[in-house]
């Protein structure tokens, strides 16, 4: 299709669809050629785009903009159709120089032309009509995606120049290859430009749909096998020319496109390129020509028939153009051209009126001159002359003749030499049967002269001599009274088969017919004035006998396919013997016996009768079968076919033919003479064997958990495109890793009608959410398995069975074959889980506190979860003990990780666990005491959920050692107080007398010294000591011990 009409033919349908939607809706609405596009870098891009819905102007305006792949959001202005300064810099060079246009297509439809495609031009295009409505309603622009791939595709064919002679043979080859990624189809052809300046001619072309096509010139070579182009691998094609012309002459070359289909179905040719071309000379073969004049001999006698014939020797006689002219003294006679149409001079135009002379091309290198009833004046010299006329190169004709020698022809007065001889087709005739009496003539005049013929018969004693018919020299016959009532219901017949043969048939014959035939032939030789003259005469005889026709006659059936497959035809043929009489017809009923169910049915059923009166009546035919038989029977043969079309298995059975003789009375009246059955014939009708063909390769594949499985069914190949298939998905789930060691399960089956049905193990697995199966072509089908589990893994396979529809329309299972298998290997996620592994020390007072982190840097998946336990290790009289002190589940519940703590977490309990971080757990420990002193360190539990919800262990990892020593808490008054008992009561209880009692004794000190003292200071008049009652400060308790203070002058 040329560029224009495929964009004519785009047009007019989208016309179609804008006048519909236009009714259904006022919105404006602006379509683009759907995408993605698909088009190589340089080559020609279109792009259309149309309005509808639209008000106002009539004409519409578009503006075209672009956007890059890398810059999504940034437009790029490209051409308007109202604006020339519209595009933008990138393309405004190209617009200029007509690069980049826009053509009108109609006053609402307009068509984007890209000369050369860069690059730089793959992106998406927008296609924006200016608002002319006086309101915003509808959609303005629309967008359509365009990808640039680069040029691969290359057409290569080896330089030389070739130089053959006429009549032999050429190949040439060529590789045509491309490395486009895109589903693609290639045309390749093969051009020859005879002349410079000259366009080329089409040799043969493999178009896109690979139908090879010849061009006009070129058909009929294409059809004969001369012309052949032939696909030698997967890029190399070879044209082959046998018997070469001078017309083949000038420059091959091949010439390949490249095809991509769009979304819209159509094809698209995104480039084209030419070899190089190949020089070819053709050398004329030899263009001498001899002749040579033969007749058969050269004395003739007046009235018979000389032939001359002109042969020509020549090569390539059918690419040639002759012409021969025929010389009788000098005189000229008739010339025949390359046209063969004869051109006569003098009186033999008058004699080739008469049939007395014939001038004609007998074959391509023989011409032929026949002169009827030789004459005196026909003896002499005969010589033919033969002229070729051949164009050059120029154009211009040139002309050879060449002359035959001469050959001398004599022609003698005539004589008799008549001989006669009469055959009969059988001398024993049944009653109502036919005699044929053949009478020839042989003479040396026999071809040139008049001859005529008389027949009579004489009865079976041989005496009386009875006139059956004439036949004169002019061909007019006359019958006998006799014979004229029978002759007139046409049972007797006398004619002149040849020109020296005469025949007498007579038809159902009677007993009284038998007896001696006599034929006398008389020779005459035309005279003046019209007139004839007897030459001689000769009578030969023969006897016939005629017996009383028995009705045995024998029927019999046959086919030469008992056996066809579903959809061919098959023949049956009845004969009946002896040969079709007229006089005694034969009626034929084809009868059919069913075969059903493997067991023949018990009677025979009419399927159509031939009548002895010629019609044609049915009988009982199946539904359908009327419109798929045919019949045929001449009406002079006892042959009786019956054909049937696009047999089924409802054809299938025995078939035979009954025949019966009938015999016409004589008040031409019918009666049935006997009847009789042919052999009976079997006919087989058998499925077609299956070509359905599938992907075998085994392949593996290996996912983790969660992800999903997908699994091809390809088909190879299949006995019919018309064929349906059903696709039945298999699966062996094996333990020990063999495909064949596990039943196969269904698992879903996908029927021909599209019909989807789970097999009873998908039920019992509960796989109907995550299984499922689609058809990706009509080669292709998928078995996608959603959410994997470790379950899953093991063996799939498909198995597809191929369906066909028989003539009748019922589905019938043709062939069924499994493909290779798939091995599926379901994992874990790879384990990555780290915990911090540093080993550290920890000192700590005895009643202070301790922390313990556990950090895990590296996890295995990002929904993992964790169950933490520290665990801590003392050494002991039996050995190294280790004890669990605290767990968390990976569920958040305290107490349910991996081990059983001794002290349950609570309110009271010493042990605080926090989580700062999603990946790091910390454990404090309060109220230290000594035997919290040991080996600490965290146990990680990495758990994840399987596709079922259900969650598991994928691994654990153990965390450093932190070795955590616990001291004694430091000395103090109070404590060694309170650390002895004796110490104790020393300290608050013995003083207490003991004070006491110094005190009474201060008190009494001080008594007894008051006399004195005041005797002292009356005596010295200052007192000589101040004593203070001593202060203590008391505590009940040990926690807080008493304060003695002892001043100079007082006690505390």
């Not at 002149?496 to 007896?515: A, K, M, Q």
């Not at 790879?830 to 982190?853: K, P, W, Y």
């Not at 009652?1029 to 807080?1040: A, K, Q, R, V």
């Amino acid at each position: 299709m040329s560029f224009s009409a495929r964009t004519m033919g785009m047009y007019a349908r989208l016309t179609a669809w804008m006048l519909f939607a236009g009714v259904c809706s006022a919105k404006r609405l602006v379509m683009v050629q759907p995408g993605p596009l698909v088009r190589t870098e340089g080559s020609h891009a279109t792009i259309w785009c149309n309005v509808t819905g639209y008000r106002g102007a009539l004409v519409q305006d578009f503006e075209w903009s672009m956007y890059l792949p890398s810059a999504p959001e940034r437009e790029i202005r490209v051409v308007s159709t109202a604006q020339e300064d519209y595009a933008y810099a990138a393309y405004a060079t190209r617009v200029a120089s007509g690069d980049v246009y826009v053509e009108r297509l109609a006053p609402d439809s307009v068509m984007l032309h890209i000369s050369r495609l860069q690059a730089r031009d793959q992106g998406l295009f927008e296609c924006y009509t200016p608002n002319t409505d006086g309101e915003f309603l509808g959609s303005y622009s629309a967008r359509t995606n365009l990808t640039v791939i680069p040029d691969t595709l290359s057409v290569t064919s080896p330089s030389q120049a070739l130089s053959r002679v006429e009549g032999d043979s050429l190949q040439l080859n060529c590789e045509v290859s491309r490395q486009t990624l895109q589903h693609t189809h290639l045309s390749v052809g093969w051009y020859l430009r005879a002349e410079p300046g000259t366009p080329p001619l089409d040799l043969l072309t493999l178009s896109r749909d690979f139908v090879l096509r010849a061009g006009t010139p070129y058909k009929q070579r294409f059809a004969s096998g001369d012309l052949r182009l032939d696909k030698m691998g997967s890029t190399a094609y070879r044209l082959t020319i046998h018997r070469l012309q001078p017309a083949d002459q000038g420059l091959l070359y091949c010439e390949a496109s490249e095809w991509i289909q769009d979304p819209d179905h159509s094809w698209y040719s995104m480039t084209r390129k030419q070899s190089e071309k190949t020089p070819l000379k053709v050398q004329p073969a030899d263009r001498d020509f001899n002749i040579q004049l033969s007749t058969v001999r050269r004395a003739y006698t007046t009235g018979e028939a000389l032939e001359l014939r002109c042969a020509i020797d020549a090569q390539n006689i059918l690419e040639r153009y002759f012409s021969v002219s025929w010389v009788f003294s000098s005189s000229p006679v008739a010339m025949v051209g390359p046209n063969a149409v004869p051109l006569l001079a003098g009186d033999y135009v008058q004699r080739e009126a008469t049939g007395q002379l014939t001038v004609r091309k007998e074959s391509q290198a023989v011409y032929l001159l026949r002169l009827q009833n030789l004459r005196p004046e026909d003896a002499g010299k005969y010589i033919c002359r033969v002229t070729e006329r051949e164009r050059t190169l120029t154009g211009d004709f040139i002309d050879r003749s060449k002359r035959s020698r001469n050959v001398q022809v004599t022609v003698q007065p005539p004589r008799s030499n008549l001989t006669v001889s009469l055959i009969s087709n059988s001398t024993d005739i049944e009653e109502s049967g036919t005699i044929q009496l053949t009478c020839e003539a042989q003479s040396i005049s026999s071809k040139v002269a008049g001859l005529s013929v008389t027949w009579r018969r004489l009865d079976k004693k041989g005496g009386t001599e009875q006139h059956i018919a004439a036949l004169d020299q002019e061909g007019v016959v006359r019958l006998s009274p006799a014979y004229s009532d029978r002759a007139a219901y046409g049972e007797i017949r006398a004619e002149r088969t040849d020109i020296d043969t005469f025949s007498l048939s007579i038809y159902n014959v009677l007993p009284s017919d038998e007896g001696q035939y006599e034929c006398e032939v008389t020779e005459w030789l035309p005279g003046p004035n019209s007139t004839w003259d007897s030459v001689g005469e000769q009578t030969a005889a023969t006897h016939v006998m005629v017996r009383d026709k028995e009705p045995s006659f024998f029927v019999f059936a046959s086919s030469r396919t008992p056996s066809v497959t579903y959809g061919d035809s098959f023949d049956l043929q009845c004969i009946v013997k002896p040969q079709h009489d007229p006089r005694m017809p034969t009626a034929v009923t084809w009868r059919f016996q069913p075969q059903l169910d493997g067991l023949p049915d018990a009677a025979f059923r009419d399927l159509m009768t031939f009548s002895y009166d010629g019609m044609l009546r049915w009988g009982e035919v199946a539904p359908g079968l009327g419109t798929r038989i045919t019949v045929e029977h001449a009406a002079s043969s006892s042959n009786f076919r019956l054909s049937v079309n696009r047999a089924s298995p409802r054809e299938a059975g025995t078939y035979l033919c009954s025949a019966q003789l009938w015999r016409r009375n004589y008040n031409h009246t019918w009666s049935m003479v006997t009847e009789k059955n042919s052999n009976l014939l079997g006919i087989n009708v058998l499925k077609p064997v299956s070509k359905l063909t599938l992907q075998q390769t085994n392949q593996t594949v290996v996912l983790v958990e969660d992800g999903r499985i997908q699994i091809n069914c390809s088909i190879v190949a299949q006995t019919s495109l018309e064929a349906q298939h059903a696709v039945l998905w298999y699966t062996r789930r094996s333990r020990t890793g063999g495909a064949g060691e596990a039943q196969a399960e269904l698992l879903l089956k996908v029927d021909q009608e599209s019909a989807l049905t789970y097999g009873a193990f998908a039920e019992e697995e509960c796989l109907q959410s995550r299984v499922q199966a689609e058809r990706l072509s009509s080669q292709v089908h998928r078995l996608t398995l959603h959410r994997a589990e470790l379950a899953d893994s093991g063996y799939y396979f498909c198995v597809v069975e191929e369906w066909l529809s028989d003539p009748s329309g019922a589905w019938y299972l043709l062939g069924r074959e499994a493909s290779g298998f798939t091995k599926v290997l379901v994992t874990q996620p790879e384990v990555h889980l780290q915990v911090m592994e540093a080993d550290s020390n920890v000192t700590v007072e005895e009643a202070g506190s301790i922390r313990l982190g556990c950090s895990i840097p590296s996890q295995s998946s990002r929904d993992s979860r964790f169950s933490v336990s520290w665990y801590v290790s003392r050494a002991m009289h039996e050995g190294m003990t280790e004890d669990c002190i605290f767990s968390i589940g990976h569920d958040a519940v305290f107490g349910n990780g991996n081990c059983s703590p001794a002290e349950v977490p609570g309110p009271d309990s010493r042990l605080r666990f926090e989580r700062p971080s999603s990946d790091h757990y910390s454990l404090s420990v309060q109220q230290v005491q000594p035997s919290d002193r040991g080996n600490y360190s965290c146990l990680v539990e990495e758990w994840l959920q399987n596709p079922r919800g259900v969650w598991y262990r994928l691994t654990t990892s153990r965390s450093g050692i932190t070795v955590v020593t616990v001291l004694p808490p430091a000395s103090t008054l109070m404590s060694v107080v309170c650390s002895s008992n004796s110490l104790f009561y020393f300290v608050f209880f013995y003083p207490f007398p003991v004070f006491g009692l110094l005190f009474i004794t201060i008190l009494l000190v001080r008594y007894k010294s008051r006399g004195t003292s005041k005797n002292q200071e009356a005596k010295n008049g200052a007192p000589l000591l101040w004593i203070k009652e001593p202060h203590i400060n008391y505590s009940p308790t040990c926690l807080d011990p008493p304060t003695l203070g002892l001043q100079a002058g007082c006690v505390e």
